[in-house]
């Protein structure tokens, strides 16, 4: 992980080993997949809702998670805010027409998030399913009320590793239309806190007692 990019511009690109990729893609294989909205990509069937609620990821993935979360890359979070007291995973298969407008992880807030892609085959920009980051201006909700600046276009080959800070809304993502018939897999991983401050029903959710 490059810190200075990740503070300068809300994102940086990296990968996993090969070995890591290789067997992370082997147990996608084997997930079963579900239909989400039309034209956005299909979840996994362990999915829930509300990604802070489910107990049911499987172990290989929420200790691969887990492990990125102790990495060294990230000893400068934990120097300067403690362990991760949540640990959120999810995981995504794109088809051809799929794609994601641009947003932040703004229904649970999370301070960080990575992206892993898993793929047998190279991808292109003539592919899509491009992996766009970039910076727009907000209104006083947070809400993206101009074009959005590009800073970086990713393609989802095996291993690539993506994180970003996701506690300042004017850094974004989207993805864009898949043109191909590769299945885009993502595996995605929330790193934050139960006393996030971003959290506006912390306390509905977690109770008064909440410190």
Known sequence: MVLNDLFRTGHCVGSIPKDQADALLRLVKQDTFLPDKPG???IAEWESDDPSKNLNVPPEYLSFMENLGSSPDLE???AHM???SRVNVMLQRGRRGDSMGWHHDAYDPMHLICMVYLSD???TPEDGG???LGEGDIDDMGFITKDIHVHSSVS???GTLVWCINTNPRWVHQVT???TDKPRYTLIGQFGYRENVMRSTVRK???EALR
């Open 82 to 84: 403690g362990d991760w």
């Open 40 to 42: 956005s990509p299909d």
């Open 177 to 179: 239309a898949i043109n």
């Open 130 to 132: 491009l992996l766009q």
């Open 76 to 78: 400068h979070f934990r």
């Open 121 to 123: 085959e190279l991808w």
């Open 205 to 207: 959710r977690y109770g």
């Open 156 to 158: 989802p080959n095996h």
